[in-house]
């Protein structure tokens, strides 16, 4: 917003191009993480399983890379988009079938009085609900017949449609597509062509030749690219 507003001004005078410090931060649409993680969880297979039918788990649809969302309106406006969510039973069937391709995304975020929040995965307790997100090659008309309300589909068109979530959302939208893009063009290993599995909750990938070198220590052939990066525009008030 600070450089969109800069860019629009029109007078003469130099004008402050750096912010002042009584300039509220700006964040990424796409940055802001309602979700924990729990990287150390990913390789809890057991723990995995249990979440995966427990019936307060999340589940995300995508289709061709794209999620289910509704559209609702409200006095003949269009409200955010918003995430179509379903549970356990509503897509276990999907689950069973080789194509389906399923990552884990993290668990809510429980406040707490005193602290800033706990991802509440303590011994003993069950935690609060952890989300997945499934992307299926099935028909995206028949998918859209699990969801019981009537403004939901497919965005046709991705790039706009998904500027048009709550911040919240926006984040897990991003960590979702941008992981599920990862393994729908690195379906086999790099190292030598064989087929590769899904592991560690989606993040990772296995190649299936027990030979192959990738399997001999950390390669950065088996996990997604999250480079940080920053683009920057230089501007001057000439």
């Not at 929040?117 to 090659?137: C, K, L, M, Q, Y």
């Amino acid at each position: 917003r600070h450089i969109a507003d800069l860019l629009s001004r029109s007078d003469d005078q130099c004008q402050r191009v750096l912010p002042a410090a009584d300039l509220v931060p700006q964040e990424n649409y796409f940055s802001r993480e309602t979700l924990d993680r729990l990287s150390a969880k990913r390789t809890d297979e057991v723990w995995l399983e249990a979440r995966r039918s427990d019936p307060d788990s999340v589940y995300l649809l995508f289709s061709n890379l794209s999620p289910m969302i509704s559209m609702p309106e409200e006095d003949g406006q269009q409200m955010d988009a918003k995430l179509c969510r379903f549970r356990y039973e509503a897509v276990k069937d999907l689950l069973q079938k080789p194509s389906t391709v399923l990552i884990f995304l993290g668990a809510e975020r429980k406040k707490t009085p005193g602290s800033s929040s706990s991802s509440g995965t303590e011994e003993g307790s069950r935690g609060p609900p952890v989300w997945f997100a499934i992307n299926t090659d099935e028909d995206p008309a028949e998918l859209l017949k699990r969801c019981r309300e009537k403004s939901c589909s497919f965005p046709k068109s991705p790039n706009r449609d998904l500027l048009k979530f709550s911040e919240d959302e926006a984040g897990v939208v991003a960590q979702a597509r941008s992981v599920l893009a990862w393994h729908s063009r690195y379906s086999f290993c790099s190292t030598c062509g064989s087929g590769t599995r899904l592991e560690e909750g989606g993040y990772k990938r296995s190649c299936l030749n027990s030979q192959c070198r990738s399997l001999q220590g950390v390669h950065n052939t088996c996990y997604p690219r999250v480079d940080p990066v920053v683009i920057m525009l230089a501007v001057h008030p000439d």
